[in-house]
């Protein structure tokens, strides 16, 4: 547990997005779920990883600030609510920048380098040899997003394990050089025996790799294959229509469920599961069971959790909604930068860089 001004007496979690797009199903299932569920339980901060989103997008400042908004939105229609967690703007955060730096430091380039999840963006996200110096220092930046906050846990699909354990190598590295930790120590045993750091753990979601509408890619708000939260019920009923079930065939012919990409959405989206067992029995056995037909149970599941979304998400889009949501990030970003800042001065004190107090000022 942290020592810092700001603790609640509650164990902290953060997590976050980047504003690259809105907010799509697999976010849900892999994070938003916990974190709407975690919002009692636990010291709460949301980030929104805007200066991660000019890692690759530096030339389109205007999505980025609209993405940031709209993600925002997304999160207080799936139920996230700001009078019990704390959003969180990554730019307004100077600690979050601050540490970047020196945890940088603590990492080998080639380490980062070497980062199986940065090596399936350039892939996936086209990136080719042409990526910023900053796309892969995003990696270093997410360590101080998160050690920022000093969490115990990080509730992230199964792309962001690799980033977590390279936060933990960070945190482990820094009280061992500072803080004089023993480099045998358990994990739970850094912060508790003077680390300035916890070792925080990563939380993997009911389904840690959504795959996206294309059947390929993990669905990815820049790719081009999700389902967005905001989607109309006409447009996730398009998008799931248009899915291609893995295999042409006949609904009196056999079929494999497990090539098809539409039933992972039928395990995820339904709940009643011996009506997917039932699905799955018949798909199989070429019971006159079409593919339309599967999609058209897993279009209205998916439209039923969506629903009241989108009447939440009602309230913030007319007039003055985009105020209230900035109202919002600039309420929770105060209330973040004490907490950033008493981690940013007790990592300081501790490489023996304390040399004054500083206060931030939001104008
Ligand atoms: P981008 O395409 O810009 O990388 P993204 O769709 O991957 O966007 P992120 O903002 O990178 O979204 O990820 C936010 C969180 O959602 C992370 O914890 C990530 O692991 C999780 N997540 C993203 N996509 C999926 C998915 N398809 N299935 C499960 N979890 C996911
Ligand atoms: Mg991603």
């Known amino acids: 547990m942290s020592h810092d001004p700001t603790t609640t007496g509650k164990n902290r979690v953060l997590t976050g997005d980047t504003p690259t797009g809105r907010l799509h199903l697999g976010h849900w299932v892999g994070s938003i779920e916990q974190r709407v569920k975690m919002q009692d339980d636990y010291d709460c901060f949301f980030l929104l990883a805007n200066?991660?989103?000019?890692?690759t997008r530096a030339d389109k400042p205007d999505d980025i600030r609209r993405d940031t908004i709209e993600i925002v939105k997304d999160w207080l229609a799936a139920g996230i609510d700001p009078?019990?967690?704390?959003?969180?703007?990554?730019?307004?955060?100077?600690?979050?920048a601050e540490l970047s730096w020196y945890f940088a430091m603590l990492i080998p380039f080639n380490r980062v380098m070497r980062n199986p999840t940065l090596k399936t963006e350039i892939e996936t996200k086209g990136l080719g040899d042409k990526y910023s110096f900053g796309f892969p220092m995003y990696?270093?930046?997410?360590?101080?997003?998160?050690?920022a906050?000093?969490?115990?846990?990080?509730?992230?699909?199964?792309?962001?394990?690799?980033?977590?354990?390279?936060?933990r190598e960070v945190a482990r590295k820094f009280d061992q050089l500072y803080c004089g930790?023993?480099?045998?120590?358990?994990?739970?045993?850094?912060?508790?025996?003077?680390?300035?750091?916890?070792?925080?753990k990563a939380l993997v979601g009911k389904v840690g790799r959504l795959i996206g509408t294309d059947g390929k890619n993990k669905m990815s708000k820049s790719l081009g294959n999700a389902v967005f939260l905001s989607d109309t019920p006409k447009q996730v009923k398009k998008k799931i229509n248009a899915m291609y079930p893995?295999?042409?065939?006949?609904?009196?012919?056999?079929?494999?469920?497990?090539?098809?990409?539409?039933?992972?959405?039928?395990?995820?989206?339904?709940?009643?599961?011996?009506?997917?067992?039932?699905?799955?029995?018949?798909?199989?056995?070429?019971?006159?069971?079409?593919?339309?037909?599967?999609?058209?149970?897993?279009?209205?599941?998916?439209?039923?959790?969506?629903?009241p979304m989108r009447t939440r998400r009602a309230e913030f889009e007319g007039p003055g909604g985009d105020d209230a949501v900035i109202d919002i990030i600039r309420d929770g970003t105060a209330r973040a930068n004490e907490t950033a800042e008493a981690t940013l001065y007790a990592a300081k004190e501790a490489m023996k860089l304390g040399f004054g107090e500083r206060h931030l000022r939001w104008k």
């Open 83 to 96: 009078s019990r967690a704390t959003i969180v703007l990554q730019t307004e955060i100077p600690a979050i």
């Open 139 to 147: 990696a270093v930046g997410q360590c101080a997003d998160i050690l």
């Open 181 to 200: 930790i023993d480099s045998h120590s358990e994990d739970d045993a850094y912060e508790t025996g003077g680390g300035v750091f916890p070792i925080p």
């Open 246 to 307: 893995g295999q042409s065939r006949d609904p009196d012919q056999p079929g494999d469920p497990a090539i098809n990409p539409v039933f992972q959405y039928a395990d995820v989206f339904i709940k009643d599961e011996a009506f997917v067992a039932e699905l799955r029995e018949r798909y199989t056995k070429g019971d006159n069971l079409g593919d339309g037909h599967v999609k058209s149970h897993v279009i209205e599941a998916v439209n039923e959790l969506l629903e």
């Open 149 to 167: 906050f000093r969490p115990e846990f990080v509730p992230v699909g199964e792309d962001q394990v690799a980033h977590i354990e390279m936060c």
């Open 51 to 55: 200066m991660h989103a000019y890692t």
